[in-house]
């Protein structure tokens, strides 16, 4: 299978902005044996902005274009040694791939980014791959990782996108405030009806919501593959997916 998984902020940090070492740590182990066990895997991995906070010591995420840009520029890097260590340490290679909205449109961009991304994953490397958060401006950018990462599986050809993330799937009502809330196994079709059901706002660090979550969706089903929304809170649980079992909420494309 060839399966693009994206990964947020709140399952990679913790809430101070530093990184979470342990699930971190367990999450590249699960990617790396599934690669050993022949799965092309391409990682889309939020985290530059939340970790660059972090690591320059900031009380919360910015508010300013500049601040969140040079944010992005020290965690972005932080983000890709931590995975090259952490990759390395199973024999497995790393690309970095920065992408913008605006590479997707421009036709010859997005050849490129197709044809680097095959070669990549003919020579057996994995391609993690986030926005370019420095350059990108409001009218070039995707704007969130849900988004970039159905972008990037459908360009990819993939065969399946799983977004972890620190909720479990999309519920009937909002889990936090409502007990009755039970999670969706299966969706058929991202319709009003399902928007509905999305809350606002995601984690203080990072930047989607469940809209998002919802709009990757609709791109996927499209495209004509399923997409996953699982928590990202232990990353075995990718075994399970990848075996067929029902985790979190799976969205349907047409058959
Ligand atoms: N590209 C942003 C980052 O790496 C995250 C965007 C998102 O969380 O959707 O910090």
Redesign the pocket.
């Known amino acids: 299978m060839r399966v693009v998984i994206k990964v947020?902020?709140s399952t990679l940090a913790h809430s101070t902005g530093r990184l979470n070492v342990r699930r971190t740590q367990e999450l590249c182990q699960v990617l790396g044996d599934l690669k050993n066990a022949g799965h092309e895997i391409v990682l889309v991995?939020?985290?530059?902005?939340?970790?660059g906070v972090g690591k320059l010591g900031l009380s919360a995420r910015p508010k300013d274009i500049p601040t969140k840009q040079a944010a992005?520029a020290v965690?972005?890097c932080e983000?890709m040694y931590t995975y090259d260590r952490m990759f390395l340490e199973q024999n497995h290679t790393v690309a970095q791939i920065l992408l913008t909205g605006s590479d997707f449109s421009h036709e010859d961009r997005r050849e490129n980014f197709c044809n680097t991304l095959s070669r990549l994953l003919e020579l057996k490397a994995l391609p993690i791959i986030?926005?370019n958060?420095t350059i990108a401006t409001d009218e070039i950018r995707v704007?969130?990782?849900?988004t970039?990462s159905a972008l990037v599986a459908v360009n990819a050809k993939a065969d399946l996108l799983v977004i972890l993330s620190d909720i479990d799937g999309l519920y009937s009502a909002d889990p936090k405030k409502n007990k009755n809330a039970s999670l969706i196994s299966c969706v058929h079709g991202v319709d009003e009806k399902i928007y509905a059901l999305a809350g606002g706002e995601?984690s203080s660090l990072?930047?989607?919501g469940m809209r998002?979550k919802l709009h990757a969706a609709q791109i996927c089903n499209d495209g004509g593959f399923d997409m996953i929304i699982a928590n990202g809170e232990d990353p075995k649980r990718l075994y399970d997916i990848f075996d067929g079992k029902s985790v979190g909420t799976r969205f349907c494309a047409k058959k």
């Open positions: 947020g902020t991995s939020s985290g530059a902005i939340g970790m992005a965690g972005q983000l986030n926005e958060d704007g969130d990782n849900d970039l995601g990072g930047t989607g998002t």
